[in-house]
């Protein structure tokens, strides 16, 4: 991010030297010119005075900063070519669409156990309500049907002002995580009820653990917008740092409290808090209707962003293409409707989970952050090449991103093997 933001800054700056020099030979003597780098005068020429570009570099550990907010988006078009740059906005645009799949299949699922009447030991082709001939299944399709309806027409508006809908997503979430958690130890505690007995390793597991742990961490493309804000960045890493650790451990707990307090862990976690009919108090059915609804409230509050995101990058991808009836309804629709009918397909979520994570989420987390360090390292301007960056990563050796990649590359072919072995992991 902050070779980028040097890289932007010298661009502008250079630029604007360009500028300079055309009102230089423009005042000197009025004849044309066919020297293809000096430029047209903009608005850019009156942002920095002729002594800043004449003594340049004034300061020019200034440009190693983190103070302008630099996108992934930005930093692929700055230092990726242009097949480089449709590569990632491929890979983007994948894993949001395996995104928007999960969330919709999580929605309707969650609807389905709790609005159906019969809930254990049932299949897809169980009956949802005895009186009534509407299978699971059938049910299911509809929910995201009606879903569809009603939350795919945000995908042709901008979602703006979102800071009271994050505030309560981040307080539901947080609400919820530690009820879970809560009830986990309680049931543990529990000696009449019948807990969890986990073994120590499953080896077929292991590629959707990769693909749960890579999608469960995909946050670092949030790190600009939230960075940049910070006035004291003196510190960044060791916050950071904390702030990773604390993210782990809350996941460690989340999880050793499930699998040991529950016999069966379920795909969507959240399920295992469906009421049953057991003999609750009302607190307790408050509770359980909570915890089995909270993906239902976060999630539709996620997917219309999410949808809007998708929607951007893919007229990013086709902005060479002009046609307005392509960016203003077909990439749209592009962009809501192929996630719906995967999730119709199937509701397997750990799978889905399991193969958005180790595909289109493994090239995010790994493949993209690491060529983009290799790219910008090779990228610093010539003068800039001394000067201190304070960002600079502790892992300065070229050894280190290849290693990324090649655990990248684990990853893949772990979950290809999976996949071809167990072929029916989508189903």
Known sequence: MAISNAIIQWQKVERMKRISR?????????????????SEPN??????????????????????????????SEMATTLYSKSGQYIFYICLCLYLYGDLTIYSAAVAKTIVDTSCSTKTNVTDEHLCWESYN??????????????????????FFNV?????????????????FSLMIGLGIHRLLNPALEHGKPKMEIA???????????????????????IMPIKDKSRLFSKLALDYMVILLFYLILALTAVFAFPNVL???????????????????????????????TLTASFPIIAVTLRSNLQAMFAPYEWRILHLFILPLLAVIPPIFIAMSTENIEALVGVTGSFAGVIIQYVI?????MFARKSIPELLITV????????????????VIGWAAVSIILVTYDIVHNRDVLL
């Open 388 to 403: 201190p960056n304070f960002y600079s990563t502790p892992f300065k050796s070229f050894i280190w991103p290849l290693l």
């Open 22 to 38: 055309y009102f230089q030979l423009a005042s000197a003597a009025p004849v044309s010119t066919d020297d293809e780098d000096v």
């Open 43 to 72: 608005e850019d020429s009156l942002m920095l005075p002729t002594e800043y570009l004449q003594n340049f570099p004034s300061e020019p550990q200034k440009f190693f900063t983190l103070d302008i907010k630099v996108e992934m």
């Open 204 to 226: 077929s597991g292991l590629p959707t653990l990769l693909g749960s742990c890579v999608y469960s961490f995909m946050c670092h493309h949030s790190l600009p917008s939230l």
């Open 267 to 297: 795909d969507l976690y959240t399920l295992n808090f469906v009421p049953d009919g057991s003999n609750y108090t009302a607190f307790d059915e408050l509770v359980s209707y909570f915890l089995a609804l909270f993906p239902v409230f």
């Open 369 to 373: 952050p690491a060529t983009l360090v």
């Open 134 to 155: 509407f299978t699971r299944r059938t049910m299911y399709k509809l929910y995201l049907g009606l879903f569809l309806i009603l939350f795919g027409p945000y995908v």
């Open 160 to 176: 703006q002002k979102t800071k009271y809908l994050q505030f309560f997503t981040s307080g539901s979430r947080w609400l919820a």
